[in-house]
Protein backbone atom coordinates (compact mmCIF):
# COMPACT_ATOMS: atom_id res chain seq x y z
CA UNK A 1 0.00 0.00 0.00
CA UNK A 2 0.91 3.51 -1.02
CA UNK A 3 -0.55 6.42 1.00
CA UNK A 4 -0.82 10.45 -0.19
CA UNK A 5 -1.09 13.37 1.31
CA UNK A 6 -4.67 14.87 1.60
CA UNK A 7 -2.80 18.12 1.08
CA UNK A 8 -0.84 16.50 -1.67
CA UNK A 9 -1.77 13.55 -3.60
CA UNK A 10 1.77 13.63 -5.47
CA UNK A 11 3.53 12.42 -2.44
CA UNK A 12 3.67 8.76 -2.08
CA UNK A 13 5.07 6.79 1.10
CA UNK A 14 5.31 3.21 2.30
CA UNK A 15 2.87 2.35 4.95
CA UNK A 16 5.97 1.85 7.72
CA UNK A 17 6.51 5.61 6.96
CA UNK A 18 3.06 6.45 7.51
CA UNK A 19 2.91 4.34 10.66
CA UNK A 20 5.81 6.26 12.23
CA UNK A 21 5.27 9.79 10.97
CA UNK A 22 1.70 9.76 11.87
CA UNK A 23 2.10 13.36 10.00
CA UNK A 24 3.10 13.63 6.58
CA UNK A 25 5.34 16.82 6.61
CA UNK A 26 2.71 19.05 4.86
CA UNK A 27 -0.15 18.79 7.95
CA UNK A 28 -2.14 16.75 5.93
CA UNK A 29 -3.46 13.36 6.53
CA UNK A 30 -2.03 10.32 5.13
CA UNK A 31 -4.62 8.28 3.05
CA UNK A 32 -4.20 5.14 0.97
CA UNK A 33 -4.03 5.62 -2.88
CA UNK A 34 -5.82 3.14 -3.56
CA UNK A 35 -8.70 1.57 -1.78
CA UNK A 36 -8.72 -2.09 -3.38
CA UNK A 37 -12.19 -3.89 -3.46
CA UNK A 38 -13.00 -6.55 -1.01
CA UNK A 39 -13.98 -9.75 -2.97
CA UNK A 40 -17.71 -9.89 -3.47
CA UNK A 41 -17.26 -13.45 -2.75
CA UNK A 42 -15.43 -13.61 0.15
CA UNK A 43 -18.21 -11.07 2.00
CA UNK A 44 -20.72 -13.38 0.76
CA UNK A 45 -19.01 -16.25 3.23
CA UNK A 46 -18.74 -13.95 6.30
CA UNK A 47 -21.57 -15.26 8.18
CA UNK A 48 -19.44 -18.10 8.24
CA UNK A 49 -16.61 -16.51 9.65
CA UNK A 50 -15.39 -14.94 13.41
CA UNK A 51 -14.55 -10.93 14.43
CA UNK A 52 -10.63 -12.11 13.85
CA UNK A 53 -11.68 -14.11 10.46
CA UNK A 54 -12.84 -11.06 8.95
CA UNK A 55 -10.34 -8.68 10.18
CA UNK A 56 -7.94 -10.54 8.53
CA UNK A 57 -9.99 -10.30 5.11
CA UNK A 58 -10.14 -6.52 5.64
CA UNK A 59 -6.48 -6.06 6.68
CA UNK A 60 -4.88 -8.34 4.21
CA UNK A 61 -6.73 -6.90 1.00
CA UNK A 62 -5.02 -3.79 2.34
CA UNK A 63 -2.13 -4.36 2.98
CA UNK A 64 -0.95 -7.67 1.42
CA UNK A 65 1.95 -6.07 -0.41
CA UNK A 66 3.18 -4.76 3.15
CA UNK A 67 2.93 -7.55 5.56
CA UNK A 68 2.75 -11.35 5.51
CA UNK A 69 -0.24 -13.20 5.35
CA UNK A 70 1.28 -15.22 8.46
CA UNK A 71 2.36 -11.68 10.38
CA UNK A 72 -0.66 -9.93 9.44
CA UNK A 73 -2.99 -12.60 10.93
CA UNK A 74 -1.11 -12.93 14.00
CA UNK A 75 -1.36 -9.12 14.58
CA UNK A 76 -5.06 -8.86 13.56
CA UNK A 77 -5.81 -12.06 15.89
CA UNK A 78 -3.92 -9.90 18.67
CA UNK A 79 -5.21 -7.26 18.06
CA UNK A 80 -8.87 -8.37 17.64
CA UNK A 81 -9.01 -10.39 20.64
CA UNK A 82 -12.48 -9.51 22.37
CA UNK A 83 -15.88 -9.19 20.80
CA UNK A 84 -18.20 -7.45 19.61
CA UNK A 85 -21.46 -7.93 20.14
CA UNK A 86 -24.89 -6.82 19.35
CA UNK A 87 -27.35 -5.89 21.30
CA UNK A 88 -31.04 -5.55 19.95
CA UNK A 89 -32.39 -2.27 21.26
CA UNK A 90 -35.52 -2.74 19.10
CA UNK A 91 -36.12 -5.17 16.05
CA UNK A 92 -34.42 -3.01 13.60
CA UNK A 93 -31.81 -1.15 15.74
CA UNK A 94 -28.92 -2.59 17.53
CA UNK A 95 -26.14 -1.74 19.96
CA UNK A 96 -22.73 -2.47 18.35
CA UNK A 97 -20.96 -3.14 21.69
CA UNK A 98 -17.44 -2.07 20.82
CA UNK A 99 -16.39 -1.75 24.90
CA UNK A 100 -15.37 -5.34 25.67
CA UNK A 101 -11.64 -4.28 25.29
CA UNK A 102 -9.27 -3.47 28.17
CA UNK A 103 -9.50 -0.12 27.97
CA UNK A 104 -12.78 -0.46 27.80
CA UNK A 105 -13.98 1.94 24.60
CA UNK A 106 -13.60 1.44 20.97
CA UNK A 107 -10.01 2.84 20.69
CA UNK A 108 -8.83 -0.72 21.95
CA UNK A 109 -9.48 -1.94 18.14
CA UNK A 110 -6.94 0.81 17.28
CA UNK A 111 -4.64 1.09 20.43
CA UNK A 112 -3.77 -2.48 19.98
CA UNK A 113 -3.42 -2.57 16.25
CA UNK A 114 -0.78 0.25 15.73
CA UNK A 115 1.00 -1.10 18.61
CA UNK A 116 1.48 -4.85 16.90
CA UNK A 117 1.89 -3.24 13.93
CA UNK A 118 4.56 -0.75 15.18
CA UNK A 119 6.31 -3.89 16.87
CA UNK A 120 6.21 -5.07 13.51
CA UNK A 121 8.71 -3.15 11.79
CA UNK A 122 10.52 -2.68 14.97
CA UNK A 123 11.56 -5.88 15.23
CA UNK A 124 13.20 -5.74 11.83
CA UNK A 125 15.22 -2.54 12.30
CA UNK A 126 16.22 -3.73 15.88
CA UNK A 127 15.02 -0.09 16.98
CA UNK A 128 13.33 1.35 20.10
CA UNK A 129 11.12 4.03 20.48
CA UNK A 130 9.44 6.35 22.79
CA UNK A 131 5.87 7.22 22.61
CA UNK A 132 4.58 10.30 23.65
CA UNK A 133 0.71 11.16 24.08
CA UNK A 134 -1.45 13.30 25.71
CA UNK A 135 -4.93 12.13 27.01
CA UNK A 136 -8.14 13.74 28.04
CA UNK A 137 -9.47 10.20 29.30
CA UNK A 138 -9.87 7.95 26.52
CA UNK A 139 -7.23 7.90 24.48
CA UNK A 140 -4.29 6.95 26.64
CA UNK A 141 -6.53 4.09 28.35
CA UNK A 142 -6.44 2.79 25.25
CA UNK A 143 -2.80 3.31 24.02
CA UNK A 144 -1.62 2.27 27.91
CA UNK A 145 -3.20 -1.12 27.18
CA UNK A 146 -2.48 -1.46 24.10
CA UNK A 147 1.14 -1.09 24.31
CA UNK A 148 1.37 -2.82 27.35
CA UNK A 149 4.80 -5.17 27.25
CA UNK A 150 4.80 -5.10 23.23
CA UNK A 151 8.70 -5.26 22.77
CA UNK A 152 10.86 -2.12 21.68
CA UNK A 153 8.59 0.50 23.18
CA UNK A 154 8.27 2.75 25.83
CA UNK A 155 4.79 5.10 26.40
CA UNK A 156 4.75 8.08 28.44
CA UNK A 157 1.49 9.38 28.87
CA UNK A 158 0.49 12.66 30.15
CA UNK A 159 -2.80 13.66 31.51
CA UNK A 160 -5.01 16.28 33.31
CA UNK A 161 -4.38 15.40 37.24
CA UNK A 162 -7.90 15.75 38.53
CA UNK A 163 -9.76 15.98 35.17
CA UNK A 164 -9.87 12.17 34.40
CA UNK A 165 -12.27 9.83 35.67
CA UNK A 166 -10.76 7.47 38.34
CA UNK A 167 -11.43 4.49 36.17
CA UNK A 168 -9.36 6.29 33.20
CA UNK A 169 -6.99 7.39 35.86
CA UNK A 170 -6.41 4.04 37.22
CA UNK A 171 -6.14 2.61 33.28
CA UNK A 172 -3.04 4.80 33.15
CA UNK A 173 -1.63 4.67 36.26
CA UNK A 174 -1.41 0.92 37.18
CA UNK A 175 0.64 -0.87 34.48
CA UNK A 176 4.06 -0.37 34.99
CA UNK A 177 6.61 -2.12 32.79
CA UNK A 178 7.09 0.14 29.90
CA UNK A 179 4.37 2.66 30.65
CA UNK A 180 4.64 5.69 32.84
CA UNK A 181 2.01 8.02 33.42
CA UNK A 182 2.77 11.57 33.99
CA UNK A 183 -0.46 14.02 35.95
CA UNK A 184 0.30 17.05 34.70
CA UNK A 185 -1.48 20.18 37.11
CA UNK A 186 -2.99 21.67 34.34
CA UNK A 187 -5.36 20.97 31.51
CA UNK A 188 -5.74 18.82 28.77
CA UNK A 189 -3.99 21.30 25.94
CA UNK A 190 -1.29 21.76 28.72
CA UNK A 191 -0.40 18.33 28.55
CA UNK A 192 -0.57 18.38 24.34
CA UNK A 193 1.15 21.47 24.17
CA UNK A 194 4.28 19.98 26.49
CA UNK A 195 4.16 17.06 23.66
CA UNK A 196 4.28 19.23 21.03
CA UNK A 197 7.02 20.78 22.06
CA UNK A 198 8.89 18.03 22.97
CA UNK A 199 8.72 16.75 19.16
CA UNK A 200 10.41 19.68 18.26
CA UNK A 201 12.81 19.65 20.72
CA UNK A 202 16.33 19.12 19.23
CA UNK A 203 18.32 17.22 22.46
CA UNK A 204 15.14 14.80 22.77
CA UNK A 205 15.46 13.96 19.37
CA UNK A 206 18.94 13.57 19.10
CA UNK A 207 18.35 11.09 22.48
CA UNK A 208 15.01 9.40 21.97
CA UNK A 209 13.21 8.35 18.58
CA UNK A 210 10.02 9.93 19.42
CA UNK A 211 6.93 8.77 18.06
CA UNK A 212 3.26 10.17 18.58
CA UNK A 213 -0.14 7.28 18.91
CA UNK A 214 -2.55 10.30 18.11
CA UNK A 215 -5.75 9.26 16.61
CA UNK A 216 -4.91 10.26 12.86
CA UNK A 217 -2.35 7.37 12.21
CA UNK A 218 -3.21 5.18 9.39
CA UNK A 219 -2.74 2.58 11.89
CA UNK A 220 -5.67 3.15 14.41
CA UNK A 221 -7.62 3.65 11.67
CA UNK A 222 -7.98 0.33 9.50
CA UNK A 223 -8.57 -1.92 12.40
CA UNK A 224 -11.73 0.10 13.39
CA UNK A 225 -13.00 -0.83 9.89
CA UNK A 226 -13.50 -4.70 11.45
CA UNK A 227 -16.41 -3.76 13.16
CA UNK A 228 -18.82 -2.28 10.77
CA UNK A 229 -18.14 -5.13 8.44
CA UNK A 230 -18.37 -8.01 11.28
CA UNK A 231 -21.86 -6.32 12.02
CA UNK A 232 -22.55 -6.44 8.22
CA UNK A 233 -21.95 -10.05 8.37
CA UNK A 234 -24.49 -10.80 11.05
CA UNK A 235 -27.09 -8.65 9.75
CA UNK A 236 -26.98 -9.36 6.40
CA UNK A 237 -29.20 -12.22 5.40
CA UNK A 238 -31.71 -10.36 8.00
CA UNK A 239 -31.76 -6.79 6.40
CA UNK A 240 -31.41 -5.45 2.96
CA UNK A 241 -30.16 -2.06 3.80
CA UNK A 242 -27.19 -0.99 7.11
CA UNK A 243 -27.24 2.59 8.54
CA UNK A 244 -24.28 2.99 11.25
CA UNK A 245 -25.08 6.00 13.42
CA UNK A 246 -21.48 7.15 15.37
CA UNK A 247 -20.65 9.39 18.04
CA UNK A 248 -18.30 11.20 16.57
CA UNK A 249 -15.15 13.93 17.76
CA UNK A 250 -12.50 13.62 15.77
CA UNK A 251 -14.23 11.67 13.02
CA UNK A 252 -11.88 9.19 13.02
CA UNK A 253 -13.93 5.86 13.74
CA UNK A 254 -16.42 7.09 11.08
CA UNK A 255 -14.12 8.16 8.83
CA UNK A 256 -12.67 4.35 8.98
CA UNK A 257 -16.39 3.04 8.47
CA UNK A 258 -16.62 5.58 5.41
CA UNK A 259 -12.97 3.61 4.16
CA UNK A 260 -14.88 0.20 4.54
CA UNK A 261 -17.75 1.21 2.32
CA UNK A 262 -15.33 2.67 -0.26
CA UNK A 263 -13.48 -0.84 -0.41
CA UNK A 264 -16.56 -2.42 -0.98
CA UNK A 265 -18.83 -2.96 2.23
CA UNK A 266 -22.95 -2.58 1.56
CA UNK A 267 -23.66 0.42 3.79
CA UNK A 268 -26.93 2.47 2.89
CA UNK A 269 -25.79 5.76 5.04
CA UNK A 270 -23.89 6.95 7.92
CA UNK A 271 -24.97 8.85 10.54
CA UNK A 272 -22.44 10.83 12.78
CA UNK A 273 -23.76 12.25 15.87
CA UNK A 274 -22.21 15.08 17.74
CA UNK A 275 -22.69 16.80 21.21
CA UNK A 276 -22.47 20.37 21.29
CA UNK A 277 -19.13 20.81 19.29
CA UNK A 278 -21.58 20.22 16.05
CA UNK A 279 -18.79 21.87 13.54
CA UNK A 280 -19.87 19.17 11.12
CA UNK A 281 -24.12 19.02 11.04
CA UNK A 282 -23.32 22.73 10.77
CA UNK A 283 -21.11 22.22 7.74
CA UNK A 284 -22.79 19.53 6.40
CA UNK A 285 -25.96 22.25 6.52
CA UNK A 286 -24.08 25.22 5.37
CA UNK A 287 -21.11 24.29 3.22
CA UNK A 288 -18.84 26.20 5.56
CA UNK A 289 -16.70 24.65 7.74
CA UNK A 290 -16.14 27.05 11.16
CA UNK A 291 -13.85 25.10 13.19
CA UNK A 292 -13.88 26.79 16.92
CA UNK A 293 -12.95 25.96 20.43
CA UNK A 294 -14.71 22.88 21.90
CA UNK A 295 -17.40 23.30 24.51
CA UNK A 296 -17.37 20.95 27.12
CA UNK A 297 -19.97 18.43 27.32
CA UNK A 298 -21.49 15.38 29.23
CA UNK A 299 -19.80 13.06 26.33
CA UNK A 300 -16.43 14.74 27.08
CA UNK A 301 -14.61 12.18 24.36
CA UNK A 302 -16.23 13.97 21.71
CA UNK A 303 -15.33 17.72 22.81
CA UNK A 304 -13.71 18.63 19.55
CA UNK A 305 -13.58 22.43 17.73
CA UNK A 306 -11.84 21.47 14.73
CA UNK A 307 -12.52 17.89 14.27
CA UNK A 308 -9.06 16.18 12.70
CA UNK A 309 -10.40 13.50 10.56
CA UNK A 310 -12.79 14.98 8.86
CA UNK A 311 -10.40 16.03 5.91
CA UNK A 312 -10.03 12.21 5.09
CA UNK A 313 -13.81 12.17 4.49
CA UNK A 314 -13.58 14.84 2.28
CA UNK A 315 -10.45 13.39 0.33
CA UNK A 316 -12.80 10.40 -0.60
CA UNK A 317 -16.03 12.39 -1.90
CA UNK A 318 -12.95 14.63 -3.71
CA UNK A 319 -14.27 17.56 -1.66
CA UNK A 320 -17.58 17.30 -3.37
CA UNK A 321 -20.38 17.88 -0.43
CA UNK A 322 -23.57 16.70 -2.15
CA UNK A 323 -21.82 13.76 -3.08
CA UNK A 324 -20.75 13.44 0.39
CA UNK A 325 -24.27 14.36 1.85
CA UNK A 326 -25.60 11.32 -0.30
CA UNK A 327 -23.39 8.92 1.95
CA UNK A 328 -23.47 10.93 5.21
CA UNK A 329 -26.00 13.12 7.46
CA UNK A 330 -24.53 14.38 11.07
CA UNK A 331 -26.70 15.83 14.08
CA UNK A 332 -25.81 17.22 17.22
CA UNK A 333 -27.61 16.92 20.79
CA UNK A 334 -26.95 19.09 23.60
CA UNK A 335 -26.37 17.84 27.40
CA UNK A 336 -30.08 17.86 28.60
CA UNK A 337 -30.89 15.94 25.41
CA UNK A 338 -27.85 13.32 26.13
CA UNK A 339 -29.72 12.98 29.80
CA UNK A 340 -33.20 12.28 28.78
CA UNK A 341 -31.72 9.95 25.82
CA UNK A 342 -29.90 7.79 28.67
CA UNK A 343 -33.09 7.54 31.15
CA UNK A 344 -35.42 6.85 28.07
CA UNK A 345 -33.17 4.02 26.82
CA UNK A 346 -32.58 2.97 31.12
CA UNK A 347 -36.78 2.94 31.66
CA UNK A 348 -37.27 0.90 27.99
CA UNK A 349 -35.00 -1.53 28.11
CA UNK A 350 -33.13 -1.89 31.76
CA UNK A 351 -30.01 -1.11 30.06
CA UNK A 352 -27.04 1.85 30.66
CA UNK A 353 -25.93 3.35 27.38
CA UNK A 354 -23.07 6.10 28.23
CA UNK A 355 -23.57 9.82 27.04
CA UNK A 356 -21.39 9.29 23.82
CA UNK A 357 -23.55 6.27 22.95
CA UNK A 358 -26.72 8.61 23.98
CA UNK A 359 -26.07 10.66 20.95
CA UNK A 360 -26.26 7.86 18.50
CA UNK A 361 -29.76 6.51 20.34
CA UNK A 362 -30.82 10.25 19.51
CA UNK A 363 -30.05 10.25 15.83
CA UNK A 364 -31.99 6.91 15.44
CA UNK A 365 -34.76 8.21 16.68
CA UNK A 366 -34.89 11.70 14.88
CA UNK A 367 -33.88 9.11 12.18
CA UNK A 368 -37.24 6.83 12.03
CA UNK A 369 -39.64 9.92 12.88
CA UNK A 370 -38.67 12.08 10.42
CA UNK A 371 -38.00 9.54 7.38
CA UNK A 372 -40.01 6.07 6.24
CA UNK A 373 -38.74 3.24 8.05
CA UNK A 374 -39.27 0.17 6.00
CA UNK A 375 -38.51 -3.46 7.60
CA UNK A 376 -35.54 -3.98 5.33
CA UNK A 377 -33.27 -1.25 7.00
CA UNK A 378 -31.48 -2.35 10.13
CA UNK A 379 -29.70 0.88 12.30
CA UNK A 380 -26.57 -0.12 14.38
CA UNK A 381 -25.44 2.51 16.90
CA UNK A 382 -21.94 1.95 17.83
CA UNK A 383 -21.01 2.15 21.07
CA UNK A 384 -18.33 3.98 21.74
CA UNK A 385 -17.80 3.21 25.78
CA UNK A 386 -18.86 1.56 28.79
CA UNK A 387 -20.63 3.88 31.12
CA UNK A 388 -18.43 3.21 33.86
CA UNK A 389 -15.70 5.30 32.47
CA UNK A 390 -18.23 8.64 32.99
CA UNK A 391 -19.96 7.78 36.01
CA UNK A 392 -21.12 11.14 37.17
CA UNK A 393 -23.71 11.47 35.52
CA UNK A 394 -24.87 7.72 36.09
CA UNK A 395 -24.85 9.05 39.72
CA UNK A 396 -26.96 12.29 38.96
CA UNK A 397 -29.22 9.86 37.07
CA UNK A 398 -29.81 7.48 39.93
CA UNK A 399 -28.56 4.97 37.62
CA UNK A 400 -26.62 2.00 38.32
CA UNK A 401 -24.94 -0.33 36.20
CA UNK A 402 -22.65 -3.54 36.34
CA UNK A 403 -19.02 -2.71 36.47
CA UNK A 404 -17.27 -5.60 34.36
CA UNK A 405 -14.37 -7.50 35.50
CA UNK A 406 -11.69 -5.49 34.17
CA UNK A 407 -12.80 -2.99 36.59
CA UNK A 408 -12.53 -5.33 39.58
CA UNK A 409 -8.79 -6.22 38.78
CA UNK A 410 -8.13 -2.34 38.44
CA UNK A 411 -9.19 -1.96 41.83
CA UNK A 412 -6.79 -4.18 43.00
CA UNK A 413 -3.26 -3.37 41.76
CA UNK A 414 -1.11 0.14 43.27
CA UNK A 415 -0.96 3.73 41.08
CA UNK A 416 2.04 4.45 40.02
CA UNK A 417 2.29 7.83 38.45
CA UNK A 418 4.80 10.92 38.48
CA UNK A 419 3.06 14.67 39.30
CA UNK A 420 4.74 17.99 37.68
CA UNK A 421 3.37 21.41 36.84
CA UNK A 422 3.33 22.45 33.29
CA UNK A 423 7.13 23.45 32.77
CA UNK A 424 8.59 21.88 30.07
CA UNK A 425 11.93 22.15 31.58
CA UNK A 426 10.71 19.58 34.26
CA UNK A 427 8.89 17.15 31.46
CA UNK A 428 12.52 17.53 29.36
CA UNK A 429 14.44 16.51 32.30
CA UNK A 430 12.48 13.16 33.45
CA UNK A 431 13.07 12.15 29.50
CA UNK A 432 16.51 12.66 29.27
CA UNK A 433 17.22 10.92 32.25
C1 LIG B 1 -12.75 8.85 21.12
C2 LIG B 1 -14.17 8.66 21.48
C3 LIG B 1 -15.22 9.09 20.64
C4 LIG B 1 -14.96 9.85 19.37
O1 LIG B 1 -14.37 9.06 18.37
P1 LIG B 1 -13.73 9.75 17.09
O2 LIG B 1 -13.08 8.65 16.33
O3 LIG B 1 -12.74 10.75 17.62
O4 LIG B 1 -14.83 10.40 16.34
C5 LIG B 1 -16.53 8.81 21.00
N1 LIG B 1 -16.80 8.17 22.15
C6 LIG B 1 -15.83 7.75 22.99
C7 LIG B 1 -16.20 7.06 24.24
C8 LIG B 1 -14.49 7.97 22.68
O5 LIG B 1 -13.52 7.55 23.54
Redo the contacts with the bound molecule.
Keep these: MKLYSTKNHDLSVDLETAVFNSLPADKGLYMPTILPQIDKILMENWDKKTLPEIAFDIAYTLLKDDISAEDLKAIVDEAANFEAPLYPLQDDTFVLELFHGPSL ?3 DFGGRFMSRMMAHFLKKEQKEIQILVATS ?3 GGAVALGFLNVPGIKVTILYPKGKVSLIQELQLTTNGNNIEAIAIDGTFDDCQALVKRAFHDEDLNAKLNLTSAN ?1 INISRLIP ?1 MFYYANTYAKLKNDFEDLVFV ?10 AGMIAYKMGLPVKKFIAATNSNDIVPQYLESGVYNARPSVQTL ?1 N ?2 D ?1 GD ?1 S ?1 FVRILDMFNNDIEKLKEMLSACAYNDEQIKEAILEVHKAKNYVV ?1 P ?1 TATGYLAVKDLKENTAVTEKTAYIILA ?2 HPC ?1 FPDVFEELGIKYEEPEQVAELYKKDKHQVEMNNSFEDFKAFLMK
Design positions: AFKGDTSQTPSGNFGNIAAAMVPNCHTAK
